[in-house]
């Protein structure tokens, strides 16, 4: 049976919910800052990371869209900068990094790429 979960702050503000099935986390948790600013949003099976996962800044904005299977990166991998520009795409397999991987600056200018083994 699945128990729901909220943890709250000193002030009783919720910042993490998500749910318990046998004391492993199932199901979409979502965890907000302090502030009540989503930064987090992911999926577990069986207490693993495994699939979507999104990450926001404190301040809102959009920082990271990855995949998750049986907790490692596995998939498209893209973080942002906080101004909106991408910090660096790639991909992941069973945890490390594979194919193009680029990196950017802050400025959207390519700083460094690298071809990873596949």
Same mark, same amino acid.
């Given at each position: 049976?699945?128990?729901?979960?909220?943890? &709250? *702050?000193?002030?009783?503000?919720?910042?993490?919910?998500?749910? !318990?099935?046998?004391?492993?986390?199932?199901?979409?948790?979502?965890?907000?800052?302090?502030?009540g600013?989503? /930064? /987090?949003e992911?999926?577990?099976?069986? =207490?693993? !990371? *495994? =699939?979507?996962?999104?990450? #926001? @800044? %404190?301040?809102?904005?959009? +920082?990271?869209?990855? *995949?998750? $299977?049986? %907790?490692?990166?596995?998939?498209?991998?893209?973080?942002? #900068?906080?101004? %909106?520009? /991408?910090k660096?795409? %790639?991909? @992941?397999?069973?945890?490390? &990094?594979?194919?193009? @991987?680029? #990196?950017?600056?802050? *400025? =959207?200018? $390519?700083? +460094?790429?690298?071809?990873?083994?596949?």
């Open positions: 049976m699945k128990e729901k979960v909220q943890r &709250k *702050n000193s002030n009783d503000i919720i910042v993490e919910e998500f749910s !318990l099935e046998d004391g492993q986390k199932v199901g979409k948790r979502t965890i907000w800052s302090d502030s600013v989503k /930064i /987090i992911d999926t577990f099976v069986k =207490g693993k !990371l *495994n =699939g979507p996962a999104k990450q #926001w @800044y %404190g301040s809102g904005v959009f +920082s990271v869209e990855a *995949n998750f $299977v049986e %907790g490692e990166f596995d998939g498209p991998y893209v973080s942002f #900068w906080e101004n %909106g520009e /991408i660096e795409k %790639g991909n @992941y397999r069973e945890g490390k &990094k594979v194919g193009k @991987y680029i #990196w950017y600056k802050e *400025n =959207g200018e $390519v700083w +460094s790429e690298h071809q990873f083994d596949e």
